[in-house]
């Protein structure tokens, strides 16, 4: 869903869209499928092209356990502060700073997003919010399934440690095929 930024009030616009509102739902239909979802974001002019946008997105997104397979909903509780600027010229030899990787990028610092025009599209922002909240191994957490293989290591003080005694060969004395030669 495309926000027209010109209607925009001076004292700025919030926004509260859910599955019932439905703005976004066939966007979000492939991360969350028909979880129930509560997006809330304000947008407040900061001039007259630039624009500071808060918010977050509360949901549950439907995946595998990565330690014991079973099927579970992850909660997603992801919150957003962005400025948004209209989308600059990158020539092929411009440059711009931004965070190297997503693990620089420390939770509450603002990061910009570019708009095309006068419309900032809002739905695929929430998707990659969503998209980038969603952890590598997602593990199902202990209350919903006590019997994944997370929480049942025998020593959790010392994790996961391979103790198996290997076989060592004595090495054999470089000397030791002089022993066996005869000179005459």
């Given at each position: ?73 992850l909660p997603i509780d992801a919150k957003f502060h962005e400025i ?101």
């Amino acid at each position: 869903m495309k926000i027209n930024l010109a209607e925009i009030p001076e004292d700025g616009l919030t926004y509260v869209w859910n599955n019932q509102t439905g703005e976004v739902n066939a966007i979000l239909s492939d991360l969350i499928g028909k979880e129930a979802y509560t997006a809330e974001f304000t947008i407040r002019p900061l001039n007259s092209k630039d624009f500071d946008m808060t918010g977050k997105i509360i949901t549950k997104e439907p995946c595998q356990c990565s330690r014991c397979g079973n099927d579970m909903k992850l909660p997603i509780d992801a919150k957003f502060h962005e400025i948004l600027i209209p989308q600059q010229d990158q020539p092929r030899n411009g440059k711009y700073a931004k965070v190297n990787h997503l693990s620089d990028l420390h939770e509450g610092d603002i990061d910009f997003c570019e708009y095309d025009g006068q419309h900032f599209d809002m739905g695929e922002y929430l998707h990659e919010v969503i998209a980038l909240a969603t952890p590598f191994n997602p593990v199902c957490p202990k209350e919903d399934n006590p019997n994944c293989s997370i929480y049942t290591n025998p020593e959790p003080e010392q994790g996961l440690i391979y103790n198996e005694e290997m076989p060592v060969e004595k090495p054999e004395s470089p000397f030791a095929a002089l022993k066996n030669l005869k000179l005459n």
